[in-house]
């Protein structure tokens, strides 16, 4: 571990105290741009793939000079070359963080050897089963959770464009049984392909998810022989998967994090559906923002600066809470995936040494995409009486022919952020006709209610088109910005001891419903107990 | 409107604060449990078709009597009584409120006639569509957004189990083409029936999507004649459903908001989903939930009490958002729904008046669906920094066959409660093995990595099954909820003005697509236009 300073104990983070007091409350927008032609450009950063308008945000230039001061304060890029070097940053598990090993070229990076041996006979299956004339193969289920399942549905949603017309991909995660019954009702054994996901095989509702579909897929008349050709396993456990009657395996490693494995054999979904050219690419586009990540000095480095405006927001503005609104339907699982990256990466409260946080950490990250959002709770972004970042995502150039639709998405994009923005006075209000208002209101009630306060931030990324490429380095932008936060916080990003009580406790629960049994059990879960037996 | 102190302005609000100050930073549910053996009776609610389990929550029976005077001297039950009776309590627009009278039975409420004559006719229509053999149709793809989309798409969700085999329901609402183009590739002209939900008919991203299907539904060799009897209209804009060669139409009125429509017309795809017996069982576990809500006494009022533990949170603990876990599959778009119900109707910060509110409105409300939340983002649950309430459901009949995943799901539920009350003192995890941690790790600090805060509230819902009248009473009991604390914050919770601005800067920009035009624009709206274009 890397010896430095807790980040409320700088002199950066008291610099930072300062200055939102006697500036930062009284920082607007509105005031900025009239003020600063160049501002837009002074905010403008290039990354690969990714460019960010980050002029829309509650800061100025002095700000972003003491947040940069912050993160050298607390060692980020030493963290962040400790972390590409290899070493054991994963402290709590004695672990090495090596998802960028993953998109390194052939060659280049630590375990190069390893990665590339399982990358290409993990493609060439792949593209085996993509030439769905010889395969078979008309259905691939991918049953994982979390980590093993998050990432793959969201990117083959994104790449839906890219995806072989003759392929329906499905994704069974959680283990209610309402998940997986209506997938199976719509397959036919011989033609589906069965990836069961789980590093260590021992994950409680894949592995009940697997023996259900092995069951249903022996009860459509198929033999074992069938399971050994229609099952995959992506596990390091060769011996369960045998088990299971799984022989054919790709395996990963202890330094590639559940949140951060889309890029390894959990990336099998969205092999098959892409390709091995696509998801070459994608990997290429997460190598490119790692270099940039590494190299890109503080002034022009995106995700230090996205993660350093992440601690400003929570720790100096004061909110808990950030909505991601992609323009484009096909990042409508993005805010779920992120979810996970960020609030199981730094939803911590005790620093590297256990010891207690006495600031926050992760926000809540939600959102649908727009425009659907805007019919739903922008009112509340709009007119609410918090302020909560929003974070806009728009792509250029579409893959449909749809040009009015693409159009309209993308205006209705650009003036969201400017209403939350700009706002509307009362007196301005005052001036309009309202015509769906009551006419026995008064003007001036009618006019309060129709304002907005304005001021309200948000960033903007736009992407040439959504490609396997653009989607690599837009996930490995976010990667980068959550390890930013993580570092400054002092926070181990990387573990999750949060998840391990619960499943101890299911563990504990699971024999009850058999028994009925509830002695030890406090009265409210005896009592549901008692109800849902 | 009815004229009431401001909550903040109430005695009771200040004996909240005291109470709070007092007790309430001290409370811990864990001794709470240990000391009172009826406590998790004292804090349950029976309502129809819903069970609740409020005892894991931070109050103790002097809080639950304190919000209850607060809902007194707020006139709660007046303005309940005042909404029911047809009062126009969405003073802002001058319009009644009557959702509830779209789920009482024939002669019952106001509007009686007129609503049971288009519900009559609608049922008819779908049970027809439904009888696929005569109708010929396979799919019905729903055009619509916000509330004409939402609740469709959650109902038709949640009672899958319930919907006619061969019948493929379908649903766009994003402006964006990405959302369109992949539904159209999978449909057959002849085969389909297109719904048009816009009460105006004047919406901008559901009339240039039905502008598009129309015209790809033309390309498939189909006439003028064909679109009469393949698209149908929810709207009362009959001119202009007929300029587009609609004919068929279902309209519903003024007092109907949309996002409390489900009930109406737009449930359209409700009904040919579950059928008209299906329809009116969701409208009567709607209507039962609002017997409740109307005459339950305040101290077994399910929807009153959730209101007021809502306000508690957000005014008193200091909670700005809520999870909610659906332990079903099926309720998988259920968080998106109530985004859209809470956050639209509670999101704002101004009083009846138009005077500005000192105290937080409407929290966050986000999740995914128990289990896999507990993979993404429940680590922040149980180790973050933020307090954030947790809303469990859970299903005691599974409309599958698979005890195992049932018990799995069920156990997972409760275990999650349990453990977010619990937690887990650093003492206790020393005295545990902990295999996964780094062996040169200190034991005390692993086990300061491994402990819990505990005492983390949570409410648990359960239904006995997932049934059309069960989830009418759920989506009753959320709205009466709504309404609730919104009365208590003396808003409006009916109007929706902060979508309004967004949408005139829309229609100032969608011009500058063609012209580049950046005159007037801001930096940020300037450069990003540039880009786009």
């Known amino acids: 571990m890397i010896a430095t300073a807790r980040c409320d104990a700088t002199a950066a983070w008291q610099a930072l105290r300062e200055h939102h007091t006697n500036a930062g409350r009284a920082f607007d927008l509105r005031t900025a741009f009239a003020s600063d032609a160049g501002r837009f450009e002074a905010f403008a950063l290039e990354a690969p793939e990714v460019f960010a308008d980050l002029s829309k945000n509650l800061w100025d230039s002095r700000t972003r000079e003491l947040l940069l001061e912050l993160a050298h304060q607390c060692g980020v890029a030493r963290r962040r070359d400790a972390m590409l070097a290899g070493d054991p940053i994963n402290a709590t598990e004695g672990r090495a963080v090596l998802h960028t090993a993953l998109r390194a070229p052939r060659g280049a990076g630590p375990h190069s050897q390893e990665v590339h041996e399982i990358l290409d006979r993990m493609l060439a299956f792949a593209d085996q089963v993509r030439d769905t004339a010889t395969s078979g193969i008309t259905d691939v289920v991918n049953i994982g959770i979390g980590g093993s399942d998050l990432g793959p549905q969201m990117a083959v949603a994104a790449l839906q464009a890219h995806v072989h017309a003759g392929l329906h991909m499905h994704f069974v995660s959680n283990v209610d049984g309402h998940d997986i019954a209506p997938v199976l009702a719509r397959l036919q054994a011989r033609h589906t392909l069965f990836i069961i996901a789980s590093k260590t095989f021992t994950t409680q509702e894949t592995m009940a998810n697997a023996v259900v579909a092995r069951q249903w897929f022996l009860d459509q008349g198929m ?7 229609h099952f995959v396993g992506v596990t390091t456990n060769l011996q369960a998967a045998a088990q299971l009657g799984v022989h054919t395996t790709f395996g990963f490693w202890d330094w590639v994090g559940g ?8 990336g099998l979904p969205i092999a098959i559906a892409v390709g091995s050219t696509g998801f070459r690419a994608m990997l290429d586009g997460a190598h ?22 992440d601690v400003w927001y929570r720790n100096f503005v004061g909110c808990s809470s950030r909505s991601v609104a992609p323009y484009h339907q096909g990042l409508r699982r993005l805010p779920a995936y992120l979810q996970q990256l960020e609030m199981e990466s730094n939803g911590k409260c005790v620093d590297h040494d256990g010891r207690p946080l006495t600031y926050g950490t992760s926000p809540v990250v939600w959102g649908e995409p727009g425009t659907n959002g805007q019919h739903a709770y922008f009112q509340m972004l709009h007119q609410g009486t918090d302020v909560i970042p929003v974070e806009f995502i728009a792509v250029r150039r579409p893959s449909h022919g749809y040009a009015d639709l693409h159009a309209k998405a993308l205006a209705n994009c650009l003036a969201q952020s400017q209403a939350l923005m700009l706002g509307k ?11 769906t208002a009551a006419p026995t209101l008064d003007p001036l009630t009618v006019a309060r209610h129709r304002s907005f306060p304005g001021n309200r931030p948000s960033t903007t990324f736009v992407l040439q088109e959504l490609t396997p490429r653009a989607l690599g380095a837009l996930v490995a932008l976010y990667e980068h910005r959550v390890f930013t936060s993580g570092a400054v916080w002092g926070i181990n990003s990387f573990d999750q001891w949060g998840v391990e009580l619960g499943k101890a406790l299911c563990g504990d629960l699971l024999p009850r419903w058999d028994s009925g ?13 008692a109800r849902l037996r």
Chains 1, 2 share one sequence.
């Open 425 to 435: 006075t009362t007196e301005q209000a005052l001036g309009e006709r309202a015509p």
């Open 288 to 309: 490119a923002m790692d270099r940039h990540f590494a190299d890109a000095p503080a002034e022009r480095n995106l995700p230090l600066q996205l993660g350093l405006l």
């Open 517 to 529: 049994d509830t002695a030890g059990l406090d009265g409210s879960t005896a009592g549901l107990l």
């Open 259 to 266: 949140r951060y494995s889309m890029w390894s054999a959990i």
């Open 223 to 229: 033999t074992a022989q069938d399971v050994a050709r």
